[in-house]
């Protein structure tokens, strides 16, 4: 089944009380769908994943606080190699476990 849109006019949403934006880094990073994008080689894979399996811990990332959830880290441009020798730089699995709170497409 085709899932409904979710249509509000102008006026009713600016009369509608909404909740506060959740994020999951704060002031960074809103709960949703993100996209980064910058030039190449500028470490976006690096700094994702990161920022991931920070957000699995709950621990900070840059210094701001995150909200523990799980994680789908869509890595397509990676193989499991990169990303295994990657989190092993940054020292993740040697002392820490996500729970099976972070997961990865490759």
Same mark, same amino acid.
């Given at each position: 089944?085709?899932?409904?849109?979710?249509?509000?006019?102008?006026?009713?949403? @600016?009369? $509608?009380?909404?909740?506060?934006?959740?994020?999951?880094? =704060? &002031?960074? !990073?809103?709960?949703?769908?993100?996209?980064?994008?910058?030039?190449?080689?500028?470490?976006?894979?690096?700094?994702?994943?990161?920022?991931?399996?920070?957000?699995?811990?709950?621990?900070?990332?840059?210094?701001? @606080?995150? $909200?523990?959830?799980?994680?789908?880290?869509?890595?397509? =441009? &990676?193989? !499991?190699?990169?990303?295994?020798?990657?989190?092993?730089?940054?020292?993740?699995?040697?002392?820490?476990?996500?729970?099976?709170?972070?997961?990865?497409?490759?």
């Amino acid at each position: 089944p085709i899932p409904k849109l979710n249509v509000i006019s102008a006026q009713d949403l @600016q009369n $509608t009380d909404l909740p506060p934006v959740k994020f999951l880094v =704060e &002031d960074i !990073l809103p709960e949703g769908t993100s996209i980064l994008s910058a030039s190449p080689k500028m470490g976006k894979s690096w700094f994702v994943l990161d920022m991931g399996l920070k957000i699995a811990l709950g621990e900070k990332f840059l210094n701001k @606080q995150t $909200t523990q959830t799980g994680v789908l880290y869509l890595a397509l =441009e &990676d193989n !499991l190699q990169r990303l295994k020798d990657r989190m092993k730089i940054l020292s993740f699995f040697m002392w820490k476990t996500t729970e099976n709170t972070l997961y990865i497409i490759v």
